[in-house]
Nanobody
Framework: VQLQASGGGLVQPGGSLRLSCPAA????????VSWYRQAPGIQREMVAT???????????TYADFVTGRFTISRDFDKNTVYLQMNWLEPQDTAVYYC?????????????WGQGTLVTVSS
């Protein structure tokens, strides 16, 4: 599975950005996709995760610090997961990574895309 995060940039406080993470390869093996972020000197932290329940409905989970501001979604036709970020704050400045967790032939795998830098500053 290959991931390619994009969409980062410089935005003013209160602004919005949408990150994209298209997947290629064994996409049918993916169970969940998450966005993580890492700010300088801080451990990488989970931002949001999307997966499916037994009825193929989306199940989403958010870190407390983004609930109500960020939305994770996906487009199966494009094999892409998005992170819509609204009401950005300077403390949201970080490199954002997408991560896919997959099961292939009974083995669990974790894949990371390269990061995309989000800078929130006036």
């Amino acid at each position: 599975v290959q991931l390619q995060a994009s969409g980062g940039g410089l935005v003013q406080p209160g602004g919005s950005l949408r990150l994209s993470c298209p997947a290629a390869g064994s996409v049918d093996s993916i169970n969940s996709v998450s966005w993580y972020r890492q700010a300088p000197g801080i451990q990488r932290e989970m931002v949001a995760t999307i997966s499916s329940d037994n009825l193929n409905n989306d199940v989403t989970t958010y870190a407390d610090f983004v609930t109500g501001r960020f939305t994770i979604s996906r487009d199966f036709d494009k094999n892409t997961v998005y992170l819509q970020m609204n009401w950005l704050e300077p403390q949201d400045t970080a490199v954002y990574y997408c991560r896919a967790d997959a099961v292939i032939l009974g083995q669990e795998y974790t894949y990371w895309g390269q990061g995309t830098l989000v800078t929130v500053s006036s």
